[in-house]
């Protein structure tokens, strides 16, 4: 499996962003497929993601109400829509699928056996 997440960048505060993670994964509905990030000196952190049948979505405190998470099943894309973006979600943002990761256990990054490349997102104030 192959993850490539893109569409980082520069923004102000306030601004909007959103991330593309493109996969090699035929049938994306099987997946869990979710968003990480990590800040310079701080450990990789829960986002946001899909469960395995993509009927839920799950989000960490942080960003709930700022963020959105989608997919596309046709394009085997997932996207990240980022609102009212502050100076703390500054981080190289991952994505990462999962086949096996059970709801318990979803915002676990240890339990997610594929990653994308990241992609920086730095929130200036």
């Known amino acids: 499996v192959q993850l490539q997440a893109s569409g980082g960048g520069l923004v102000q505060a306030g601004g909007s962003r959103r991330l593309s993670c493109a996969t090699s994964?035929?049938?994306?509905?099987?997946?869990?497929l979710g968003w990480f990030r990590q800040a310079p000196g701080k450990e990789r952190e829960f986002v946001a993601t899909?469960?395995?049948?993509?009927?839920?979505?799950f989000y960490a405190d942080s960003v709930k109400g700022r963020f959105t998470i989608s997919r596309d099943n046709a394009k085997n894309t997932a996207y990240l829509q980022m609102n009212s973006l502050k100076p703390e979600d500054t981080a190289v943002y991952y994505c990462a699928a999962s086949r096996t990761v059970i709801q318990s256990s979803i915002r676990d990054p240890k339990y997610y056996p594929y990653w994308g490349q990241g992609t920086l997102v730095t929130v200036s104030s």
């Open positions: 994964v035929r049938t994306l509905g099987s997946y869990a």
């Open positions: 899909f469960s395995r049948t993509g009927s839920a979505a």
